[in-house]
C-alpha cells in the first residue's frame, strides 16, 4: 500500500484550526454540516471544503457557504477516495491543529473550543483530543450514545481492541502528528479495503503521542444504510490490512489485535441485526466463532447484555428524561 505524504506548511496562529471536509455527492447534507461547523464558538478556523469529484449540486451549495463566509472555500479534484481528499485538504491549510469532519456529520457549537482547551491545557505531549458522539438519522435526530470510552494518556493497547475515537469527525489533531504519521492512506482504496483509514493514522498517531478526551457528545455521526461504515466485510479486510501492518512492528500486542478482531465483527454483527440484515449478520457470527471460538464465546455474551439493555433503555422512562431519544442533534446559529 503507498501513502501521500503531506508537507508541512507554516502557521498562520497558534490557534488556527483547518477544518476539513471531504465530499462527494454530498448535496443531501453538506448545508447542514456546514453551518454546524461555522457556528463553532472557537471562531478562528479555515474550512476547506475538498470537493472529490461530485455530479450533484455539492459544489454550489459550498460555494453559497463560501459566499457568506470568508473562513470557507472549495478545493475540487477528480475523485481519488476520502483519504486522497482529507490529505489533500490537509496539504492546503495552515493550521497547526487538524480537525477533520465528514461531509454528513455535525457538531455541537462547544465542540472545538472544548477540545482545543483541553490540547492547551495538556501541552505538546498531547497529540490527539477525541470526544463521544450520538448516532444520529438521516433528519439529525439521535437515534443513541455511543463511544463511551474514557482511555487517555497512551492508549495504543486500547486502540488494538478498538478505535476509541469512533469515527472520522471526532478528533482534534495537532498537525506535527498528523505530519509525523504521514497523513491517512489512500493505498487502501487500491486494495479495495476503503474504511479504516482514521483508525490506521489514530493507532499511527498513539505511537508517538498521548490522548485526551473531552467527556461529552460533541459530535453527532450518521448511521446511514449507503455510507462506507455500513458495508460490514469490507471495514472488516480494510482493519485486517492495517492490523497486519502494525503487528510486524508490535508483535508483543497480537492476542490484543486477535481479540479487537473478534469486538469489531461483534460489533458488526450488532449493526446488522439492528438494520435488519439478518443474513449478513449470521455470515459475520458464523466467521467470529471459525476465528476464535473462546473468544467468539466472550463476544456472544457480550452481545446478549447489549442487546438487553438496549431494551431496557427503550422501556426506562428515566433513560427517556435524561437523555430522549429521538431529539434532533444540537447545532448552533449562523
Request: proline fraction near 3%; include cysteine; hydrophobic fraction near 40%.
Amino acid at each position: 500500500m503507498t501513502k501521500r505524504v503531506i508537507m508541512d506548511t507554516t502557521t498562520r496562529h497558534d490557534d488556527l484550526i483547518s477544518v476539513i471536509i471531504p465530499a462527494y455527492n454530498a448535496e443531501v447534507w453538506i448545508d447542514e454540516t456546514l453551518r454546524s461547523v461555522r457556528s463553532q464558538t472557537h471562531a478562528n478556523i479555515e474550512i476547506v471544503v475538498v470537493d472529490d469529484g461530485s455530479r450533484d449540486a455539492t459544489v454550489e451549495i459550498v460555494h453559497r457557504h463560501a459566499a457568506a463566509d470568508p473562513r470557507v472555500r472549495i478545493i475540487r479534484q477528480e475523485n481519488g477516495g476520502v483519504a486522497a481528499a482529507r490529505n489533500r485538504g490537509i496539504a492546503e491549510t495552515s493550521g497547526p491543529f487538524i480537525a477533520p469532519v465528514d461531509a454528513d456529520d455535525l457538531w455541537a457549537p462547544t465542540k472545538l473550543e472544548e477540545q482545543f482547551r483541553l490540547m492547551h491545557e495538556r501541552g505538546e505531549r498531547v497529540g490527539l483530543v477525541y470526544c463521544w458522539y450520538a448516532m444520529i438519522d438521516g433528519k439529525g435526530r439521535i437515534t443513541h450514545l455511543d463511544s463511551r470510552s474514557e482511555a487517555e494518556g497512551d492508549v495504543l493497547k486500547r486502540l488494538c481492541l478498538s478505535n476509541i475515537v469512533g469515527n472520522g469527525s471526532s478528533a482534534l489533531m495537532r498537525r506535527s502528528a498528523v505530519i509525523e504519521a504521514g497523513g491517512y492512506d489512500s493505498g487502501l482504496r487500491a486494495a479495495r479495503a476503503q474504511g479504516c483509514e482514521d483508525y490506521k493514522l489514530y493507532f499511527e498517531i498513539a505511537e508517538r503521542y498521548e490522548y485526551a478526551l473531552v467527556r461529552d457528545y460533541l459530535t453527532g455521526y450518521r448511521d446511514l444504510p449507503d455510507n462506507m461504515s455500513s458495508d460490514l466485510w469490507q471495514m472488516l479486510r480494510s482493519r485486517d490490512l492495517c492490523i497486519k501492518e502494525f503487528q510486524q512492528r508490535h508483535p508483543e500486542l497480537t492476542s490484543l489485535f486477535r481479540a479487537g478482531r473478534c469486538r469489531l465483527m461483534r460489533f458488526m454483527v450488532a449493526r446488522a441485526l439492528r438494520t435488519g440484515r439478518l443474513h449478513e449478520g449470521r455470515a459475520m457470527l458464523g466467521q467470529m466463532i471459525r476465528y476464535a471460538p473462546h473468544r467468539a464465546a466472550i463476544e456472544i455474551s457480550h452481545l446478549s447484555k447489549n442487546a438487553a439493555r438496549s431494551v431496557w433503555k427503550r422501556l426506562s422512562p428515566r433513560r427517556a428524561r435524561r437523555k430522549a431519544m429521538g431529539e434532533r442533534f444540537l447545532i448552533g446559529e449562523i
